[in-house]
């Protein structure tokens, strides 16, 4: 299967802010310094190097704001955003569920931020397979964006690709398909053609035809996701490992293997670099390559790759 964990994580990150500004802000220069450097870390795949700055900003916040202000949320989402992106879940949740808690007591349930909440709620309840629990957050979140921000907007754009891919999760690929058309009009036209968003949507839509054995459609839009990716991303990114995963599956499923190969190699050494040897993608990839092995004849390799990815999976679920 692809690795659609390219599903769009919509972090509000609260950016830095000119020196004159601090004041009407009211944010301290140790605040907003802790905000910058956990942007710009996030931004380049750089997580558990982003890691003490997200925690320092939402300890910051409760103290200059309070526990319950809707700043602190946005740096609730930051922080929980990271352990997403490490696989740490059960970190998260806790952490997202604040964030909702305190936006909607704060700002109001037709807030847009408030959306953002209820997105990235869904999104982690996505990513662990609890697939009854995402869609009527997904739906709120939709709504409340479409009348807060207007049906133009990327974040509505990103609702309806999270929508999209939760259908996707529970084989409703018909009514994935024109949600991921429809959000990737939308990104082109409010982004640019040359957004990592876009390449998000241009991953998930190929995976629809992926599905359906449509590869002569779902080739372009691999390798242009990929080209995005690695011009806005730069190289070494954990998003440009999604895009050489998901290319290298639909060579895979031709037997294409020679081309195949090396695109796993590389997803598998980007992951190990920018995540950690013990990350669920990780073991992902190692499944990937393993099973390419298999087929091409060399089992002692693929048998290697395997106990490592059950490993990686069996101490991640004794967590």
Do not use: C
Request: no cysteine; aromatic share 8%; glycine share 6%.
């Amino acid at each position: 299967m692809f690795i659609r964990r390219a599903l769009v994580l919509v972090l509000t990150i609260l950016w830095l802010w000119p020196a004159a500004a601090h004041a009407a802000h009211g944010l301290s220069p140790a605040l907003n310094d802790a905000i910058n450097r956990f942007s710009e870390l996030y931004s380049q795949g750089r997580y558990q190097e982003a890691l003490p700055f997200a925690e320092k900003a939402v300890k910051l916040s409760e103290q200059e704001f309070s526990p319950d202000h809707p700043t602190t949320a946005i740096l609730l989402n930051n922080l929980a955003g990271v352990y997403y992106e490490q696989g740490r879940y059960a970190e998260a949740e806790p952490l997202y569920k604040r964030a909702v808690a305190i936006d909607e007591k704060a700002l109001g349930p037709d807030h847009a931020d408030f959306a953002t909440d209820l997105n990235n709620l869904a999104l982690l309840y996505d990513a662990q397979g609890r697939y009854e629990e995402p869609e009527p957050l997904y739906q709120r979140s939709l709504a409340i964006r479409e009348k807060a921000l207007g049906p133009d907007h990327p974040d509505f754009a990103a609702s309806l690709n999270n929508l999209a891919a939760l259908y996707e999760n529970q084989g409703r690929s018909e009514a994935a398909e024109p949600l991921y058309q429809r959000s990737l009009v939308i990104k082109e036209k409010a982004l640019g053609p040359d957004h990592p968003s876009v390449a998000t949507s241009l991953n998930n839509l190929a995976e629809v035809y992926y599905k359906q054995g449509r590869y002569a459609e779902a080739e372009p839009l691999l390798q242009r996701a990929l080209e995005i990716d690695e011009k806005a991303l730069g190289p070494d990114h954990p998003g440009v490992a999604k895009d050489l995963n998901n290319l290298a599956l639909m060579y895979d499923e031709q037997g294409r293997y020679a081309e195949a190969e090396p695109l796993y190699k590389r997803a598998l050494s980007i992951r190990e670099k920018a995540l950690g040897s013990e990350h669920p993608a990780v073991a992902t990839s190692l499944e990937n390559y393993a099973s390419l092995l298999r087929q091409t004849g060399r089992d002692t390799k693929a048998e290697e790759m395997e106990a490592r990815a059950k490993a990686i999976r069996a101490k991640r679920a004794g967590e």
